[in-house]
């Protein structure tokens, strides 16, 4: 069965700083997606990056990057020059490719000071 | 990205009644789920809406505590029925785009007194 941790229950990080959320995974699926989600307050689930298991390079979007290491199965977000609304709750989940399940990890509560 | 609303966007209901949660999308998509994040945990998976067909429901959810309609391939709803207390939680539908991400609507933030 298909299992994604999140170690970091909550992180904070200075305003303008890069900040790393945890996420390993665990699947013998050879095919997979992986996401990052954001929660604020308000309890939305904004698309952030996603990660399919045979791209080569590591996705990119604006500030999110997510750190791609599949020996280590990790998926890593990585987010550069944090800011203020960068507070939320941040979820790494995983799918199969063409898939339909997504499974969604503990979540990482994410605070950044000013 | 579709854009995706859900109504109501909160309510507040007595036990033993039901709600009704409607989710609208603004392209047609294959496929459409429901979640439920209950307080302070992780989102589940309910089921998958399935258009023109009953739909699959993930272990621990029953049809008859958690009906879902898919008439189209635009609109989904989600039925509780017979709440309790502990089926407060926020729902959401999401669906499938473009065969690898899912998008997820505002969600439905109840309240079972």
């Known amino acids: 069965a298909q299992k994604i941790t999140q170690t970091q229950p909550g992180m904070f990080v200075q305003e303008k700083e890069a900040v790393t959320l945890d996420c390993t995974y665990d699947t013998s699926d050879p095919s997979y997606g992986l996401f990052w989600y954001k929660q604020p307050s308000s309890g939305e689930m904004i698309f952030l990056i996603y990660q399919g298991s045979y791209d080569q390079q590591n996705a990119t979007e604006g500030r999110y990057s997510l750190n791609f290491q599949k020996a280590r199965k990790s998926a890593n977000l990585v987010i550069s020059a944090s800011q203020l609304g960068d507070s939320a709750m941040y979820f790494c989940?995983?799918?199969?490719?063409?898939?339909?399940?997504?499974?969604f990890g503990a979540g990482t509560i994410l605070r950044v000071k000013s | 990205s579709a854009v995706i609303s859900q109504k109501p966007s909160r309510d507040i209901c007595q036990r033993g009644t039901s709600l009704t949660i409607q989710c609208q999308v603004d392209s047609q998509v294959t496929m459409m789920f429901w979640y439920r994040q209950q307080p302070g945990q992780s989102l589940t998976l309910i089921a998958t809406a399935n258009q023109g067909s009953e739909a699959t429901y993930e272990s621990g959810f029953v049809i008859d505590k958690f009906p879902i309609s898919r008439p189209n391939l635009t609109f989904s709803t989600l039925t509780v029925s017979n709440m309790s207390p502990e089926d407060s939680s926020i729902y959401l539908c999401?669906?499938?785009?473009?065969?690898?991400?899912?998008?997820f609507g505002p969600g439905t933030r109840l309240t079972v007194l």
């Open positions: 999401s669906v499938l785009w473009l065969l690898d991400t899912q998008y």
């Open positions: 989940a995983m799918t199969m490719e063409y898939g339909n399940k997504l499974v």
